[in-house]
């Protein structure tokens, strides 16, 4: 049984963290400075896997309890659910976002000298 809650946990945080990657392209929360911004498509792309998996998985653990078949591929699911979530982790935190500086060098390019 806290098999369960877990797998549960684990679908409703899939469909929660989709949401959030989809929606924060069109309106962001602004916690993050504007230089270091992530691709809309690839971020779109992401939260709708999140979301289907998360879905997916809600779905699959719900008809288990009238169907043992079904019930019997949860583990596997969830290891799949856990795999996307990881794989979410990696992409938000080494490759989905990228610094991009903007504006003028803090740095002077005299270097402090004030001559050439």
Do not use: C, N
């Amino acid at each position: 049984m806290l098999f369960l809650v877990f797998y549960f946990i684990l679908f409703v945080v899939l469909i929660f963290q989709g949401t959030h990657v989809a929606g924060e392209i069109k309106t962001p929360l602004g916690t993050l400075p504007e230089e270091v911004g992530q691709s809309p498509v690839a971020a779109a792309r992401w939260g709708i896997l999140l979301i289907s998996i998360g879905f997916i998985g809600a779905i699959l653990g719900l008809l288990g309890f009238r169907a043992p078949g079904l019930a019997a591929l949860r583990p596997a699911f969830m290891a799949v659910g856990l795999g996307a979530l990881a794989l979410y982790g990696l992409w938000v935190i080494f490759l989905g976002r990228k610094a991009e500086f903007i504006g003028k060098p803090a740095v002077a390019d005299d270097h402090g000298h004030g001559h050439h």
